[in-house]
């Protein structure tokens, strides 16, 4: 069992849509990480929260301590927004950075 | 500055050949870590360097040799590899705090790496 769940895989969605990205961890955490990365190219950090939410452009990340859950909303979404979107936590002893296994979006013009 | 810079973008080699992987980052930040990421599937720890210290091997071949000569710097040196060691290689940092995983992680491009 991955430490990290992240669902939709898969998700497309028509310009202009309003997206959601769930993130699912069982490990204590001391932070929580939201990552973008375009086929073929490096990874962007987008979100790094441990508590609360951050805003930044349209994109919006919330994370919720008590049932270890976090979302990536994307509002009125581009195609410039089709990537994979990877969460990712920091393990409480720091020691450790796992990967959840990315969505994987497109948006359609 | 917060790049991370890695070279080069692409690199082909034979299974003969030694070759190397650059990773440069200003941002003075003590912490650098390689990273593999094969198709579609999430990054995999290779390495991570602390205050130029080795400090986490994550059992890789020692057909990957790490290297860190100072704190702004981190190669990864490859001879002898495998057809099957074709992947996208990921150079990141982080502000060395609690553990070597603290602060955020900032990734490069990475480099894209064929072996024939």
């Known amino acids: 069992k991955n430490e990290v769940e992240q669902s939709p895989q898969n998700l497309t969605a028509q310009e202009g849509e309003f997206i959601t990205i769930n993130c699912s961890y069982s490990?204590?955490?001391?932070?929580l990480h939201w990552l973008q990365q375009h086929p073929g190219g490096g990874i962007v950090s987008l979100f790094m929260?441990?508590?609360g939410k951050k805003k930044h452009g349209r994109l919006i990340a919330t994370i919720n301590i008590q049932e270890k859950h976090s979302s990536l909303h994307i509002t009125a979404s581009h195609p410039r927004d089709s990537a994979v979107y990877i969460c990712?936590?920091?393990?409480?002893?720091?020691?450790?950075?796992?990967f959840g296994t990315g969505t994987s979006l497109t948006v359609i013009p | 500055d917060t790049e991370v810079t890695q070279t080069p973008k692409h690199l082909v080699m034979g299974m003969t050949n030694k070759k190397s992987l650059k990773c440069e980052q200003h941002?003075?930040?003590?912490?650098m870590y390689w990273y593999k990421q094969k198709a579609k599937k999430p990054p995999e720890l290779m390495f991570v360097?602390?205050?130029?210290?080795?400090?986490i091997n994550e059992s890789v071949p020692s057909r990957f040799s790490p290297e860190c000569p100072n704190s702004s710097l981190l190669n990864l040196h490859l001879h002898a590899l495998q057809p099957e060691d074709s992947a996208l290689y990921l150079c990141?940092?982080?502000?060395?705090?609690?553990?070597?995983?603290?602060?955020?992680?900032?990734f490069g491009e990475g480099s894209r790496l064929t072996v024939l």
């Open positions: 941002m003075g930040h003590r912490a």
């Open positions: 929260l441990s508590s």
């Open positions: 490990v204590g955490i001391s932070a």
């Open positions: 990712a936590v920091t393990s409480n002893t720091g020691n450790q950075f796992y």
């Open positions: 360097y602390s205050y130029e210290k080795l400090s």
């Open positions: 990141a940092s982080s502000q060395r705090g609690g553990g070597p995983h603290t602060g955020e992680l900032f």
